[in-house]
């Protein structure tokens, strides 16, 4: 069975620090892996990653896929409370297009 | 409009009842998909639409879900006789094609009592 896990679940971090979400996946027919942001309302698209290897970076928020051990990860340096959100990763299936999400990781990001 | 539009925000029915939610796709996407998302859940795939052709149904958990998109842009999600497990938030999304990433809409929160 398809399936995205992500970790960790939540994590609490103080203003300035780094983080490193994670995402590992088995899916059948991977076409692109995906990062969101959720707050409290739309998940709003981060990066799409299709290529081993290759860092994608927007400001302080980066991303990596490796294809070969199945996972990426999402860093965001220099935190700040208006990073606080949760985190999903999604990976999509070329077969059909559609997404299979993880559970999403819960950043809270204090003052 | 700029991004990808559902109405109602939220919605409140009596068990039993049916319910109609609408999503209006970022101008030019082709493809369109509808997901649920349970609290403290990932958004789960419901179903997929390329212009007006539904060509995944296979995350609808019963047939008393159903959706359309006759022309190809506005899509409704149609659930018949709702039950509690219903309640959710519904996702919809949208993308140029196959391979570009989708866009979500705020979504809406259905509460079944």
């Known amino acids: 069975e398809d399936k995205v896990v992500q970790s960790p679940l939540s994590l609490v971090v103080h203003e300035g620090d780094t983080v490193t979400l994670n995402c590992s996946y088995e899916?059948?027919?991977?076409?692109?892996l995906l990062w969101y942001k959720q707050e409290k309302k739309a998940p709003t698209f981060l990066f799409m990653l299709t290529s081993s290897g290759i860092e994608k970076k927007s400001g302080r928020l980066s991303s990596i896929l490796d294809k070969k051990e199945l996972f990426s990860i999402l860093n965001i340096t220099a935190t700040q409370t208006g990073d606080s959100a949760i985190y999903l990763c999604?990976?999509?299936?070329?077969?059909?297009?559609?997404?299979?999400f993880g559970k999403g990781t819960k950043l809270s990001v204090k003052p | 409009g700029a991004g990808v539009s559902q109405s109602p925000r939220y919605k409140v029915a009596k068990r039993g009842q049916d319910v109609a939610l609408r999503c209006d796709p970022i101008?030019?996407?082709?493809?369109l998909f509808w997901y649920q998302q349970a609290l403290g859940q990932g958004p789960e795939f419901l179903t997929y639409f390329q212009n007006e052709a539904q060509l995944d149904k296979s995350g609808l958990p019963s047939d008393r879900f159903f959706a359309e998109r006759p022309e190809g842009s506005v899509s409704t999600l149609k659930i018949q006789r709702t039950q509690q497990e219903d309640s959710a938030v519904y996702l919809c999304?949208?993308?140029?094609?196959?391979?570009?990433?989708?866009?979500f809409g705020d979504g809406t929160r259905l509460s079944i009592l």
């Open positions: 999604a990976v999509e299936r070329g077969s059909q297009g559609n997404l299979i």
């Open positions: 899916v059948t027919n991977f076409r692109s």
């Open positions: 999304a949208s993308s140029l094609g196959w391979g570009q990433p989708q866009h």
């Open positions: 101008s030019g996407h082709v493809s």
